[in-house]
């Protein structure tokens, strides 16, 4: 399941701005001028809605990594059909995703926080960007419960259900029981969303707090923590449970503060330089995701330690040629991270197709070409006018413009 603009100069957050800049403040609170969310929507949806061009700047690769990375973690969740292909590092995922998440905000709002973007503005920009295709997805498993309860082919005792079912309504962990094991059981990725969330409001009420010196220890100590995780876990695939819970916020911790970190480098000019075809880095991507899970924690360590920091920075430093089709994986990243295991296709295609799981990996191949079908079709025409909706409703500005034309 967010690229985005702008740029600052950053060896610490500006407190003050001249009278000559305020006109530049007002355009700063223009909601139409967010463009970022985890995972994103498509270059051309961004053009539509940046204001000026000073701030045009879109990462069309951090893009297609994102899309390549949610295209993983629905391998990972449908594996069943598709053997023999697996990705069995594609949980490190969402380490990604937190990485490029913090760079594409600081891109996004460090300039508009130092001028006078509130935390509380932030916050209900953020929440309108992340929180309808979410809905969508608890919409989305409400019917698929009601539909197993009602063919009697539902796991879910009434009682747990119900407790879930409130639990997921107001964003928050499970704590009943039920036969998915899970913070969100009903829409297992939706723990990672909950700390990006987090992460965002954290960011904004420290936002005077953020100097270099400071992401220096905060980006040492996440890192001490999630090697800790790592060693006493075994893995890093922790966060989505109440075993290991801590997982989700030193994973988050550790991913966002990079990826500012990056971003603020950047703009300083200060940043190495890594110059990557951007094709090869999403081959690249695949090949690390696809590493066996049973190499351990050394292996996840490295991967989030190292390679995927090197992937951001030479991500942001390497655009070509394809760009329509790095926007089209930017576009559909979110709404399928964010509802394919909500609405159980895995589920759901045996009930159609019989013996599914012999015809892997066809099958699996052809269920993911329907979730992207569907994930383009949400992002297109639903996630565009609620967000319209809600800008207009909640912050009193036009909102996002429908894009105008397709990414892909």
């Known amino acids: 399941m967010q690229v985005c603009t702008s740029a600052l100069s950053r060896s610490a957050p500006l407190r003050h701005a001249t009278a000559d800049n305020r006109a530049v403040r007002e355009k700063h609170n223009d909601p139409r001028r967010d463009a970022s969310f985890l995972p994103t929507p498509a270059s051309e949806f961004l053009l539509s809605i940046i204001g000026d061009a000073a701030h045009r700047r879109i990462f069309h690769t951090l893009d297609g990594l994102r899309g390549v990375a949610a295209l993983a973690v629905v391998v990972l969740h449908t594996s069943v059909m598709l053997a023999p292909i697996d990705l069995g590092s594609s949980y490190l995922a969402v380490d990604l995703f937190f990485m490029m998440s913090g760079i594409v905000i600081a891109h996004s709002y460090d300039h508009r926080l130092a001028a006078d973007l509130s935390a509380r503005r932030f916050t209900a920009i953020r929440l309108i960007r992340l929180l309808p295709l979410y809905f969508v997805g608890f919409l989305g498993a409400t019917l698929v419960q009601i539909l197993a309860q009602a063919t009697g082919t539902s796991h879910w005792d009434p009682a747990d259900l119900a407790i879930a079912w409130v639990s997921m309504a107001f964003m928050l962990p499970h704590i009943g029981g039920g036969p998915v094991v899970g913070l969100y059981p009903l829409n297992v990725p939706a723990w990672s969303l909950a700390w990006e969330i987090v992460s965002n409001v954290v960011y904004a009420l420290l936002f005077k707090w953020w100097t270099p ?3 220096a220890v905060g980006i040492a100590v996440a890192a001490v923590a999630l090697v800790a995780v790592a060693v006493w876990y075994g893995d890093l695939d922790r966060g ?41 880095l999403l081959a690249l991507l695949l090949v690390v995701l696809a590493v066996p899970a049973a190499w351990g924690w050394p292996k996840d360590v490295a991967i989030v330690l190292l390679i995927f920091p090197l992937m951001c920075v030479a991500a942001i430093q390497s655009e070509g040629r394809g760009v329509r089709l790095f926007a089209f994986l930017g576009l559909i990243s979110y709404p399928l991270y964010v509802t394919h295991a909500a609405f159980r296709y895995e589920r759901m295609l045996p009930q159609f197709w019989h013996g599914a799981e012999s015809a892997a990996p066809f099958s699996g191949i052809a269920l993911i070409t329907v ?18 909706w809600l800008t207009r409703r909640w912050l009193g500005g036009a909102g996002p413009r429908p894009a105008q034309a397709s990414a892909g």
């Open 240 to 280: 989505s449970q109440w075993a290991g819970w801590i997982g989700g916020p030193v994973r988050v911790g550790f991913g966002f503060t990079v990826g500012v970190w990056i971003e603020r480098r950047r703009a300083q000019g200060r940043l190495i330089r890594i110059s990557v075809p951007p094709v090869l």
């Open 213 to 215: 010196k400071v992401l």
């Open 371 to 388: 979730m992207v079908a569907v994930a383009w079709i949400l992002a297109r025409f639903v996630d565009v006018p609620v967000r319209q």
